[in-house]
């Protein structure tokens, strides 16, 4: 059983707020993409649905034993109390491929027909939307008149990665959970649970390339993404006059069998600027802010456009050369 890692005023509050018997309708999580935010929904809502089950559950905090009989129906995706809304394939024949860049408002009425009947299982419903950010306009919408007049004993679970990016008026009717980056010794214990083939060492440059943030890591796993940042590192450093560097990564980073590695080059020049920004002022500071906007833009387009991939890496290079 796949255990939470961290997180424990988050795991408390929420476990309090389970026993008082006056559980909130509507809870906004919110923290840095990839700390964990989706795992704890989903024990939150597998936990709920536990406890409205005709069965129950005894165990601390929000944890199911294995053998629940709701973990049984959660797990493999058929319970029929619960709903996850996320972005959906644009073709359900190629699922890991062009995801929709929004939840739409067909997602969000498609909870409609359930929110008309009364829980199959017991006295509680689940709907998790990850992430709340994805919402289009209208979806958003559609979703707030459920949070105004939420059906009877339904919870939602909203996870936000930018909640600044949500209405006003969502924000306001859910109770907030704040996740923060986890510390390297509870990334260690994150990554280990999730990646148990991996070796100490692989674990350790994890940790260090992941910055807190677990999922962020995992996605990171067998890239080799030290040598990725070691790469932009230099091109930042030392201006590459001649272009060489600069070419030889956008050459090592194209083609369909360096996809992952092209998107994880795509996330981590941003975050490498926004670091190296906080390290300056003045004219040094402004070039830095610059070349993040620029770097943020182009990364993107990048996805969002397909641009060429070769192209992009050596126009991203470009924009980390201006640090030097």
């Known amino acids: 059983m796949t255990r939470l890692v961290g997180h424990d005023d988050a795991q408390a509050a929420f476990a309090a707020a389970l026993r008082s018997g006056t559980l909130h309708h509507a809870w906004l999580l919110v923290g840095p993409e990839g700390v964990g935010k989706a795992q704890f929904a989903a024990a939150a809502a597998l936990r709920m649905l536990a406890e409205a089950s005709a069965t129950g559950v005894d165990a601390p905090g929000l944890a199911v034993p294995d053998g629940h009989p709701t973990r049984a129906l959660v797990d493999p995706g058929s319970h029929p109390d619960l709903r996850v809304m996320r972005r959906l394939p644009k073709d359900a024949e190629k699922p890991d491929q062009d995801i929709a860049r929004s939840i739409t408002i067909a997602q969000v009425r498609a909870l409609q027909p359930m929110f008309a009947t009364t829980p199959s299982m017991g006295a509680r419903r689940v709907v998790v939307i990850d992430a709340a950010d994805d919402l289009e306009r209208n979806g958003a ?37 704040r996740f923060a980056a986890l510390d390297d010794e509870a990334m260690a214990r994150a ?45 930042a450093r030392d201006g590459d006059p001649m272009n060489a560097h600069r070419a030889a990564l956008a050459k090592s ?36 802010l610059d070349a993040q906007a620029a770097a943020r833009d182009l990364a993107g387009a990048a996805l969002g456009l397909s641009l ?17």
């Open 308 to 324: 060429d991939a070769q192209a992009t890496v050596f126009e991203m290079a470009a924009i980390v050369a201006t640090l030097r």
């Open 253 to 288: 980073l194209a083609g369909k069998g360096n996809a992952a590695r092209y998107e994880a080059f795509l996330d981590r020049v941003p975050a490498m600027i926004a670091r190296e920004a906080r390290q300056r002022s003045g004219s040094r500071l402004k070039t830095a």
């Open 141 to 177: 919408n559609a979703l707030l008149k459920n949070l105004e007049e939420p059906p009877v004993g339904t919870i939602f679970l909203l996870v936000s990665h930018a909640p600044g990016r949500l209405l006003p008026t969502i924000r306001s009717r859910c109770r907030v959970l």
């Open 191 to 235: 990554l280990g649970q999730a990646l148990p083939d991996a070796d100490r060492d692989e674990i350790a440059a994890l940790v260090r390339t992941g910055e807190g943030a677990p999922g962020r890591a995992i996605r990171y796993a067998g890239l080799d993404i030290e040598a990725l940042d070691s790469a932009i590192a230099h091109i």
